[in-house]
């Protein structure tokens, strides 16, 4: 039996292309989704912070708004927190 690697994004070789996000731009805003459906995150340090998401669970629903990659509603794909700028008006 032979095992397989696979790219995982931790190389420079196969880290994923950066995606810039337009804050001023509400079309683009948009586009880009926490895995909730919420359009209103913030990319801190290390994760998306979803304000959306942190309303909710306040209001007791079982969600986190801490969360590692965003959903590109145009492409269908997700994408990893570390490839996501955010530019602010």
Not at 68 to 83: C, L, Q, V, Y
């Amino acid at each position: 039996m032979s095992s397989r690697m696979a790219a995982d994004g931790s190389s420079v070789e196969d880290r994923p292309q950066t995606v810039t996000i337009d804050f001023s731009d509400e079309i683009d805003r948009m586009r880009y989704r926490c895995p909730n459906g919420h359009a209103s995150f913030t990319r801190t340090n290390s994760h998306i912070w979803c304000h959306g998401c942190a309303d909710a669970a306040q209001r007791g629903h079982d969600v986190e708004p801490e969360h590692f990659e965003i959903h590109d509603a145009r492409t269908g794909k997700d994408i990893p927190w570390s490839a996501v700028e955010i530019i602010e008006e």
